[in-house]
């Protein structure tokens, strides 16, 4: 009998850690986390979690304190009542997400140009101190790593916005028309 009950408690507690290890993916995690509470209105409002909940990545994730500074302010993201309030914070949310597991140990001393889910770059500057996530309009790590079950989260100092450069690349303008003539 004792043998049974240390088979059920040892079940028991393995099953335990199973479902919080599951419960605790990128999402929950934030969700739980009282400095990420304005940003996980956002992501509510949005209708985006599935990306916080799916495949490993890593979220540089802005603290409530940096988006309270935020210039223009948040509050219309935190409803997104219209529709193009809510792909804007879309946009911003996809820019702050990149595939794959990093800390700042391992963005450290180097600069590593990443994948964004917003499918565009994003270039993490790991030889400044802090590290810079971002370029101009970017944001600096602003405290430790946060491990979930499918990610990791880097809290930042401010809401990063994706700069595209002012000046188009060869490639990214179509040549000009020929006049015409009559």
């Not at 809510?86 to 180097?110: M, S």
């Not at 002012?166 to 179509?174: G, I, L, N, R």
Request: avoid cysteine; proline fraction near 6%.
């Amino acid at each position: 009998m004792k043998q049974a009950g240390l088979a059920v408690a040892t079940f028991l507690a393995f099953s335990l850690t199973a479902a919080s290890a599951w419960a605790a993916n990128v999402y929950d995690t934030l969700k739980s986390d009282p400095q990420f509470s304005m940003l996980s209105q956002i992501i509510d409002a949005s209708e985006i979690k599935l990306r916080y909940v799916e495949g490993e990545i890593t979220v540089f994730a802005p603290t409530d304190e940096a988006l309270k500074r935020q210039p223009s302010g948040v509050d219309d993201m935190m409803t997104a009542s219209n529709p193009s309030v809510k792909e804007n914070a879309r946009a911003l949310l996809l820019y702050q997400i990149v595939n794959g597991r990093h800390t700042p140990e391992t963005l450290k001393g180097k600069t590593t140009e990443l994948s964004t889910l917003q499918r565009g770059k994003v270039t993490i500057d790991g030889t400044l101190d802090p590290i810079r996530y971002g370029g101009k309009y970017g944001a600096n790590v602003a405290g430790d790593a946060i491990n979930a079950s499918n990610g990791v989260i880097i809290p930042i100092d401010a809401l990063p916005i994706h700069f595209f450069s002012e000046t188009p690349s060869a490639e990214d303008v179509a040549p000009a028309a020929e006049p015409t003539t009559y």
